[in-house]
């Protein structure tokens, strides 16, 4: 088979070559691999290859490749090393690799920049490097990326001392995951919270215990918005897990959750999804991406969904979206890349069912187990939801030298939301007897407490990295940093003013969500508007002692300033404003047996502020987010072991001591004091990859006991956190049959949990709810690959049709979707 070089290889011959059909020439090459034995390196000839020579493969070379296709990342890597790089195979150049950062060897940098490829090498003597297709190990599912997409993170996730699951592509693909909350099943430890109080029934995430709603990034940059986030234009989701304010800024006390987007890339390639299913499941996406010159490329990702939920069958999903991304420079020293996404939503919200019963049912000794899950106390003619969220980024990177690079990110942020919904509470004598329809002697709920909110959540965020390797007897990946960061949150309320009469009482066993009703919603006259000024200066430091030895310094010092004014109903107004200033660090050591393995120790800070609460930025005069009240302070230590057992396999585990020092509670007047303190400690355990070239799997678990051992509430001590369960797992796992079938499933365990720090169960109904915390789901893929251009995937969820709490609190709590069954077409060319 020909052999091409890659510096050798002419324009003329790559404009002819094919890039846009590369990666399908590939599949189908997979299927007739054994063809190609004669001249392609089987997974045992890439094992036994001999080594480079021993000056090559010690050296260690300051490499900053990004990513982008084969050919075009071999090239630099040649520049990088003088090493000689041929393709056996040539169809395979187009392919996208991730390209590699920091300081390596010349293998250290190959494995990375080849990772998730199914691309192989050979390594001669004479320090000729043959790039082949692996056949047997071709679309394997990469647990875990090289690198993360923040600068702030130098080295492979292998090396960095912190627990770090990335969650591709790939296995959301394979499980039909849409949205965020989807995505966040693949990694354990991790809880949503309803809508305490009115508060969002989005992306309301606590991650060990502790709430990360205010910890949502897009690319490395605050997500801001009570909102439910799609991943249509997602290329991974990156989960860092303990105290991370040094990285992320305020907040980020169980850990911070980054979405990466997708990026335009140096290739040619287009593709579809469209499925349908029960519950009138209807979505399609797109995904296209073209090489407009050398240099320059367009990727545009798009989404239509129209979409009900199995077992809640007044409830609606319904959303559009588009995001185009523009490159330009790509593979050059100065490289633009502008992006953009739109995402609406026009959705019939869900609070679910009650978690408080009427006094009739009590006394019948009803609890939700008697309910039907499927029962909606809402109001179809009065609920609604409406969202728009609009992110613009523009990141510019210039790299003046293989060891010296500069880096903006620049974003604006924008989410609106119009949201109505209704509250399932008991009708009693003393709220309802003027509800149509009101009979004390009949266990019945009312629509009176109803949640209304119509805000703004926008942000523009500025961050400039400049990274730096210094080499000589001690080796430094170097990054400092400046954020600057403007929001803006207003609202205002408004309410049912009942001009046409009171909404309706409901049975609690037969709700009617039908039922007539002419809502006049009004404004209230009352308005808020939040402002926070942030100023942050960060440094990171990878210092390499040697080859087994290295230590991870890092500190970031915030400056938060923020106003708060607000506007009665009965027009006086008050202001309200508050300035703080912290320290967040992260310290760590980590010894690396060898090179794929590595035993580490960190230390690590964070900081949350009172004004940041489930409503965004709050302060007032007295209660929970009182002005006066100083940042809360939470610190980790972490001892964990990371390797890749081989290089399509990652296991991970890490033992942690989480401890917020001074949590809010209160004091015997009631009022809120940071006297508290709360204790998570735990281990983590992650399997991911290939366990055979044809069997893939991504796996976690976590143990965890979270104690509260002080506050100011003596009914709270000693108590378990709420919302973290001792045990939470999950799997999931595919295997690909030689007949063009791939077979994939999955399940996920959660063990019980409360919904309050007294861990009150003063109800049958609330001991009900609270086992209903504790399940297992299960569920199902299966793709059978029509021709190279055409698949039929099909997946099932919660094949069980398990009854589960999705989402509590406990006013209410939101039972997960039933059984789901969606089938359809995944098209690529």
């Keep these: 088979m020909k052999r091409k070089t890659v510096h050798n290889a002419d324009h003329s011959c790559r404009r002819t070559r094919r890039r846009g059909t590369a990666r399908l020439f590939v599949l189908g090459a997979v299927t007739c691999g054994t063809l190609l034995t004669s001249q392609a390196l089987t997974p045992q000839a890439y094992a036994q290859t001999p080594p480079a020579p021993a000056a090559q493969q010690a050296s260690m070379i300051a490499f900053d490749i990004p990513a982008g296709d084969i050919f075009t990342v071999a090239q630099r890597f040649e520049e990088a090393t003088g090493l000689r790089v041929v393709f056996a195979v040539p169809n395979i150049e187009g392919l996208p690799s991730p390209g590699v950062r920091g300081r390596l060897t010349a293998q250290q940098a190959l494995d990375t920049l080849l990772m998730g490829t199914g691309i192989g090498y050979a390594r001669s003597n004479s320090g000729v490097i043959t790039l082949d297709l692996r056949t047997a190990e071709f679309l394997t599912v990469t647990a875990e990326a090289p690198s993360l997409e923040s600068p702030k993170y130098t080295e492979p996730i292998r090396d960095t001392p912190q627990t770090v699951v990335v969650i591709p592509q790939e296995v959301l693909d394979e499980q039909g995951a849409t949205s965020l909350r989807d995505a966040l099943r693949n990694t354990p430890g991790i809880t949503i919270m309803a809508g305490e109080g009115g508060a969002a029934p989005g992306d309301n995430l606590l991650i060990r215990g502790f709430s990360a709603r205010n910890d949502v990034y897009i690319d490395g940059a605050r997500d801001p918005g009570v909102t439910s986030r799609d991943t249509f234009n997602t290329e991974s989701v990156e989960v860092a897990k303990g105290p991370s304010s040094v990285t992320t800024g305020r907040g980020a006390t169980g850990g911070s959750v980054n979405m990466v987007t997708k990026s335009a890339e140096l290739m040619n390639a287009a593709s579809a999804r469209v499925a349908g299913g029960n519950a009138d499941y209807k979505r399609a996406t797109f995904d296209v991406n073209r090489r407009l010159t050398p240099t320059i490329a367009l990727r545009i990702n798009g989404l239509w969904q129209d979409a009900g939920v199995p077992r809640r069958d007044e409830v609606t999903q319904k959303s559009w979206g ?436 007294t861990n009150a169960l003063t109800t049958a109904n609330a001991a009900a709810v609270k086992d209903l915390t504790e399940y297992w789901l299960y569920s199902m893929m299966g793709s059978y690959r029509v021709n190279e251009h055409i698949s039929l995937q099909i997946n099932g969820m919660n094949l069980s049709n398990a009854k589960y709490v999705e989402r509590g609190y406990s006013g209410h709590f939101l039972p997960g979707p039933g059984r789901a069954v969606q089938i359809g077409p995944v098209i690529n060319f």
Aim: no cysteine; hydrophobic share 35%; net charge negative.
């Design 322 to 757: 588009i995001a185009p991304t523009l490159g330009i420079g790509l593979g050059k020293p100065t490289s633009v890349s502008l992006s953009y996404q739109h995402l609406h939503q026009n959705n019939l919200p869900d609070y679910g069912l009650p978690g408080t019963l009427p006094d009739a049912a009590n006394a019948a000794g009803l609890t939700a187990n008697d309910l039907d899950f499927s029962n909606f106390y809402g109001l179809v003619a009065r609920d609604h939801e409406k969202m728009n969220g609009d992110v613009a980024t523009a990141t510019v990177e210039h790299r003046f030298s293989q060891t010296l690079t500069l880096r903006n990110l620049t974003r604006y942020g924008r989410n609106t939301l119009d949201r109505v919904v209704t509250s399932p509470r008991a009708a009693t004598s003393a709220n309802s007897a003027a509800d149509p329809g009101f009979n004390p002697a009949l266990p019945q709920i009312r629509r009176t407490d109803t949640k209304y909110q119509y805000r703004t959540d926008s942000t523009i965020t500025t961050q400039t990295d400049l990274s730096k390797s210094f080499t000589g007897a001690i080796q430094h990946e170097a990054v400092i940093g400046l954020e600057l960061a403007h929001d803006q949150q207003p609202s205002y309320s408004a309410a049912d003013t009942f001009t046409n009469g009171r909404p309706p009482v409901t049975s609690l066993l037969n709700p009617e969500p039908e039922q007539a009703y002419a809502p006049a919603i009004a404004p209230t006259g009352a308005s808020s508007e939040a402002r926070a000024q942030s100023t942050a200066a960060y440094a990171f430091d990878t210092i390499k002692l040697n080859s087994n030895w290295q230590v991870d310094l890092s500190g970031r010092y915030d400056r938060v300033k923020v106003d708060y004014d607000t506007v009665s109903a009965t027009g006086v107004p008050a202001e309200f404003g508050r300035l703080d200033d912290a320290f967040s660090g992260r310290a760590g050591v980590v010894f690396k047996p060898v090179t794929r393995g590595s035993i580490y120790a960190a230390y690590s800070t964070s900081f949350t502020p009172s004004y940041d609460g489930s409503f965004g930025l709050t302060l007032s005069s007295s209660g929970a987010n009182n002005q006066a009240l100083p940042p809360e302070r939470s610190y980790n230590i972490e001892v964990g072991t990371k390797w890749d057992v081989r290089p399509t396999l990652f296991a991970t585990l890490a033992v942690f001591n989480m401890e917020k020092t001074n949590a809010k509670t209160t004091d015997l007047s009631g009022a809120t004091v940071l006297a508290g303190n709360q204790q998570v400690r735990g281990v983590e355990l992650g399997l991911s990859g290939n366990l055979t070239p044809a069997w893939s799997v991504f796996s976690g678990l976590s143990l965890m006991n979270g104690r509260i051992t002080d506050s100011g509430n003596v009914a709270e001590v000693d108590r378990q956190l709420s919302y973290v369960p001792d045990t939470s797992f999950n799997v999931w796992t595919s295997y690909r049959l030689p007949f063009n079938l791939t077979l994939g499933g999955g399940a996920q365990f959660t063990a019980g949990y409360y919904f309050t720090n």
